[in-house]
């Protein structure tokens, strides 16, 4: 392990650019960091010490002034205002390390805030982030070391064990080439074995568990995938049939949470949930074989049965936008051009590049893009879709209105809240020696708001009441016309059954994105990005996005997808197909035009279409 990363391969550091302005002199106030303002004593330090010319601007420095101004080591100076006293001047990077970064004393709330905006992140400088001691670098087999081997591919890792293979090391690289090829089975082979975990997606996390559990020599064992298809291009999904297979074989129980048509296939046997979502679900329909579930009358029945048509009459396309060309990460000096106006589809395999090209370089040069994507929105557990929309505000003034209270007292973060729970619902135990627990709340019980609160209605209904209400209930029970807009925006994505009041951490990456997307579709005349937006939909809710889709670029907006679903593609009007494979192997736009053009290319893709 690298003894000054410990391990990590990369080490905070103060970010130069926004701690400086470097076309100001001291005197115009060149240094950004809080407590450096002209006049201050740590300005001063800088500005009188007699080691600068004040006003001379930090870009007309010379390499010496420029290093004793960012990273002198402590010296003793005199300033004009302490005379002939001595006092201690560093440069402001190395200040700024010793008193906020290599630091024992606990951070601060105000520190925390420093670090987060003035500080970055970059490679260890002793190890250049390969995280290990230099003699472990320095040991290596057949001139191969420890980075060597785990920063490559691993399809080309495959390459290099096959090289190093002999007789004596045989046994362990025998099992090591199993587990990298499986692996590369299951749709992963563009990954490395440094690749941190925490930067996997979600899909991908999951097909690492699943490729370690094929190792274990354990049987009988019950193993659930919760929808493992997340990300994987056709192709791939059959590579992930083949896994599960594999794991049955082995003696165990294997279930899936899944909506792909491909996996459902293969099931020895089918549980069917509904007969729709939220309070309209809840019910087993179905149990039985894939045959028996395609004679039945099941939402899911019907929906495998049906196929989306290729779109044979795409929108006329005239105009495009343009990004530069780029060789980010895999990409091979490409281009993306997406017709205005118009749906487009970014297809390809599993790390061909498809994200990278639209989301860090395309939307990069086009900062007015709306991405909507499914990473986590930022809310705390007191959040909900009320809140996150604004229809909160809309309601508590409505309440407001009909009882003659302040708005305040119909919310659980201010006037209204329970004095006892502060508006949680629950309240903390610190039992010692035990892990803190939570325990509803005995005054409000759970409720969170102040229990005289709930004796003002509206229509009936007290604030609870109508926190408790679905979406769909909540389109019927209110008249004023800014919240019925947003909640059908809400109900237009599919998202009905959600309750006002749901916590949001309690929303899949699914219905958060189309919880976005609802904020979103008021705009006109903007380009919108989607990742994966059917990642989590029911076949019949795949057809809704795709007309929430066309309905954007009937209203002049110009739609980007980024999609495996086949449906999603054949009802594209422009196609953009990355590939041929992933990582290294990927990165080639393969082909750019109509769906019914794509079915008569050679790529990955088209055989699926």
């Given at each position: 392990?690298?003894?000054?990363?410990?391990?990590?391969?990369?080490?905070?550091?103060?970010?130069?650019?926004?701690?400086?302005?470097?076309?100001?002199?001291?005197?115009?106030?060149?240094?950004?960091?809080?407590?450096?303002?002209?006049?201050?004593?740590?300005?001063?330090?800088?500005?009188?010490?007699?080691?600068?010319?004040?006003?001379?601007?930090?870009?007309?420095?010379?390499?010496?002034?420029?290093?004793?101004?960012?990273?002198?080591?402590?010296?003793?100076?005199?300033?004009?205002?302490?005379?002939?006293?001595?006092?201690?001047?560093?440069?402001?990077?190395?200040?700024?390390?010793?008193?906020?970064?290599?630091?024992?004393?606990?951070?601060?709330?105000?520190?925390?805030?420093?670090?987060?905006?003035?500080?970055?992140?970059?490679?260890?400088?002793?190890?250049?982030?390969?995280?290990?001691?230099?003699?472990?670098?320095?040991?290596?087999?057949?001139?191969?070391?420890?980075?060597?081997?785990?920063?490559?591919?691993?399809?080309?890792?495959?390459?290099?064990?096959?090289?190093?293979?002999?007789?004596?090391?045989?046994?362990?690289?025998?099992?090591?080439?199993?587990?990298?090829?499986?692996?590369?089975?299951?749709?992963?082979?563009?990954?490395?074995?440094?690749?941190?975990?925490?930067?996997?997606?979600?899909?991908?996390?999951?097909?690492?568990?699943?490729?370690?559990?094929?190792?274990?020599?354990?049987?009988?064992?019950?193993?659930?995938?919760?929808?493992?298809?997340?990300?994987?291009?056709?192709?791939?999904?059959?590579?992930?049939?083949?896994?599960?297979?594999?794991?049955?074989?082995?003696?165990?129980?294997?279930?899936?949470?899944?909506?792909?048509?491909?996996?459902?296939?293969?099931?020895?046997?089918?549980?069917?949930?509904?007969?729709?979502?939220?309070?309209?679900?809840?019910?087993?329909?179905?149990?039985?074989?894939?045959?028996?579930?395609?004679?039945?009358?099941?939402?899911?029945?019907?929906?495998?049965?049906?196929?989306?048509?290729?779109?044979?009459?795409?929108?006329?396309?005239?105009?495009?936008?343009?990004?530069?060309?780029?060789?980010?990460?895999?990409?091979?000096?490409?281009?993306?051009?997406?017709?205005?106006?118009?749906?487009?589809?970014?297809?390809?395999?599993?790390?061909?590049?498809?994200?990278?090209?639209?989301?860090?370089?395309?939307?990069?040069?086009?900062?007015?893009?709306?991405?909507?994507?499914?990473?986590?929105?930022?809310?705390?557990?007191?959040?909900?879709?009320?809140?996150?929309?604004?229809?909160?505000?809309?309601?508590?003034?409505?309440?407001?209105?009909?009882?003659?209270?302040?708005?305040?007292?119909?919310?659980?973060?201010?006037?209204?809240?329970?004095?006892?729970?502060?508006?949680?619902?629950?309240?903390?135990?610190?039992?010692?020696?035990?892990?803190?627990?939570?325990?509803e709340c005995t005054h409000c019980h759970g409720k969170?708001?102040?229990?005289?609160?709930?004796?003002?209605?509206?229509?009936?209904k007290n604030i609870v009441d109508v926190m408790d209400?679905?979406?769909?209930?909540?389109?019927?029970?209110?008249?004023?016309?800014?919240?019925?807009?947003?909640?059908?925006?809400?109900?237009?994505?599919?998202?009905?059954?959600?309750?006002?009041?749901?916590?949001?951490?309690?929303?899949?990456?699914?219905?958060?994105?189309?919880?976005?997307?609802?904020?979103?579709?008021?705009?006109?005349?903007?380009?919108?990005?989607?990742?994966?937006?059917?990642?989590?939909?029911?076949?019949?809710?795949?057809?809704?996005?795709?007309?929430?889709?066309?309905?954007?670029?009937?209203?002049?907006?110009?739609?980007?997808?980024?999609?495996?679903?086949?449906?999603?593609?054949?009802?594209?009007?422009?196609?953009?197909?990355?590939?041929?494979?992933?990582?290294?192997?990927?990165?080639?736009?393969?082909?750019?035009?109509?769906?019914?053009?794509?079915?008569?290319?050679?790529?990955?893709?088209?055989?699926?279409?």
């Amino acid at each position: 392990m690298c003894p000054v990363c410990q391990g990590i391969g990369k080490t905070i550091t103060l970010d130069i650019n926004k701690a400086v302005d470097h076309n100001l002199s001291l005197n115009e106030g060149a240094i950004l960091l809080p407590g450096f303002s002209v006049g201050s004593w740590y300005w001063k330090l800088h500005a009188e010490t007699g080691l600068f010319d004040a006003d001379k601007k930090i870009k007309d420095y010379t390499p010496e002034e420029y290093d004793l101004l960012m990273y002198a080591q402590a010296q003793k100076v005199t300033t004009a205002e302490t005379g002939d006293m001595n006092v201690t001047y560093e440069g402001i990077v190395t200040r700024f390390m010793r008193t906020n970064v290599n630091t024992e004393k606990e951070t601060s709330k105000r520190s925390a805030k420093v670090l987060e905006e003035f500080t970055v992140m970059q490679a260890c400088p002793t190890c250049a982030g390969k995280r290990y001691n230099a003699e472990v670098l320095a040991s290596t087999i057949d001139g191969y070391n420890m980075y060597d081997l785990t920063s490559v591919q691993l399809t080309n890792l495959q390459e290099i064990l096959l090289k190093l293979d002999n007789e004596t090391r045989h046994p362990i690289i025998a099992g090591i080439q199993k587990r990298v090829q499986d692996l590369i089975d299951i749709g992963l082979g563009y990954m490395d074995l440094c690749r941190e975990t925490n930067s996997l997606s979600g899909g991908e996390s999951q097909r690492v568990k699943m490729v370690k559990q094929l190792a274990s020599s354990l049987t009988n064992i019950l193993y659930i995938f919760d929808e493992p298809s997340t990300g994987l291009h056709p192709r791939d999904v059959y590579r992930l049939n083949d896994l599960l297979r594999k794991i049955r074989d082995a003696g165990n129980t294997v279930l899936v949470v899944e909506h792909d048509p491909d996996v459902i296939q293969i099931a020895d046997y089918i549980v069917d949930v509904g007969p729709h979502a939220g309070t309209h679900g809840g019910e087993i329909t179905f149990e039985g074989t894939y045959e028996q579930l395609l004679s039945s009358d099941t939402l899911t029945g019907r929906f495998l049965k049906q196929e989306l048509p290729v779109n044979e009459q795409s929108r006329a396309i005239t105009t495009y936008y343009e990004s530069t060309r780029s060789s980010l990460h895999n990409l091979k000096d490409v281009q993306l051009r997406v017709p205005k106006g118009a749906f487009t589809a970014i297809t390809g395999v599993a790390g061909s590049g498809k994200s990278t090209l639209v989301n860090q370089v395309f939307a990069q040069e086009y900062p007015e893009a709306i991405q909507i994507t499914q990473t986590p929105i930022h809310t705390n557990k007191r959040s909900n879709p009320a809140t996150y929309t604004g229809i909160m505000n809309s309601i508590r003034k409505t309440f407001a209105k009909e009882t003659g209270m302040d708005a305040g007292y119909f919310s659980y973060n201010s006037k209204g809240a329970c004095p006892e729970c502060k508006g949680a619902g629950s309240i903390e135990l610190n039992l010692s020696f035990m892990e803190t627990s939570e325990i509803e709340c005995t005054h409000c019980h759970g409720k969170r708001y102040d229990p005289t609160v709930l004796e003002h209605t509206y229509q009936g209904k007290n604030i609870v009441d109508v926190m408790d209400m679905t979406i769909e209930e909540a389109v019927v029970f209110f008249d004023a016309k800014d919240i019925q807009r947003k909640l059908k925006n809400l109900q237009e994505v599919g998202i009905g059954y959600l309750t006002l009041g749901q916590p949001m951490d309690t929303l899949s990456g699914g219905e958060a994105q189309r919880l976005k997307l609802a904020n979103e579709l008021k705009t006109n005349g903007k380009i919108y990005i989607l990742d994966e937006p059917t990642t989590g939909l029911h076949m019949s809710d795949v057809k809704n996005v795709i007309r929430i889709m066309n309905n954007l670029v009937d209203k002049g907006n110009t739609v980007i997808v980024i999609e495996h679903n086949v449906d999603v593609i054949r009802s594209a009007d422009w196609i953009i197909d990355l590939g041929p494979e992933g990582g290294q192997g990927g990165g080639e736009i393969l082909f750019e035009g109509t769906v019914s053009d794509l079915k008569n290319a050679n790529t990955v893709t088209s055989r699926y279409i």
